[in-house]
């Protein structure tokens, strides 16, 4: 009896070892490192110097079953993602994006246009655009807007996770707003206009 019971013990821990999982999450805080400097860029801004000696200290704490489970079946881990916004795809988007902006910054200026809340430009007070420039000022937020959309798939696909593509863009959703200078109009979650 006990041989069975020692054999059923040793089968279910073999069967729990070969069920092992590896997920791999979106690099929330590389995402945003990157969409800072993405963003920066195209805004004309200075990055400010990161600190590289910074370190963040986890302290981990396991329970006497979780240690066990450790010791007997190895963790599994997915190696953290080297997030790539460097593809020859991202930086022609971005030098678009940058040269278009010397543009489109009178009207963010004069409270025409805004930062959508999808990460988007978004026409905010029509009237504010002078009636000969409003076909130009359509085109050029129609073209950022395309830009911006190539953007957030272009960063998703270079990391080999095209499903990262909505949480590129509610990254970027944020950074923009963060980012926007003063007096510049953003959309709230609620689709509320603010300003800066």
């Not at 396991?62 to 460097?86: E, K, T, Y």
């Not at 988007?93 to 959508?116: C, D, N, P, T, V």
Request: charged fraction near 25%.
């Amino acid at each position: 009896m006990k041989m069975i019971r020692a054999t059923g013990l040793l089968a279910g821990l073999m069967l729990l070892a070969a069920c092992v999982t590896i997920n791999i999450y979106f690099p929330a805080a590389q995402a945003e490192e990157a969409a800072e400097q993405i963003v920066d860029d195209i805004l004309g801004k200075q990055s400010p110097a990161k600190d590289k000696g910074a370190a963040i200290r986890v302290i981990h704490t396991h329970g006497l079953a979780a240690r066990m489970v450790d010791f007997l079946i190895p963790s599994a881990h997915a190696a953290q993602p080297d997030f790539n916004v460097d593809t020859p795809e991202i930086r022609k988007l971005q030098a678009r994006m940058k040269q278009r902006h010397q543009s489109l910054r009178a009207y963010y200026e004069s409270g025409a246009i805004g930062f959508g809340n999808d990460a988007q430009v978004k026409m905010r007070d029509a009237s504010a655009v002078p009636l000969r420039e409003k076909n130009r000022v359509e085109g050029l937020v129609r073209d950022e807007n395309a830009d911006r959309n190539a953007l957030y798939k272009a960063i998703a696909r270079a990391n080999g996770h095209p499903e990262w593509e909505p949480e590129v863009r509610s990254t970027f959703a944020g950074v923009w707003v963060e980012k926007a200078g003063r007096g510049w109009w953003y959309q709230s979650a609620s689709g509320s206009w603010k300003q800066r």
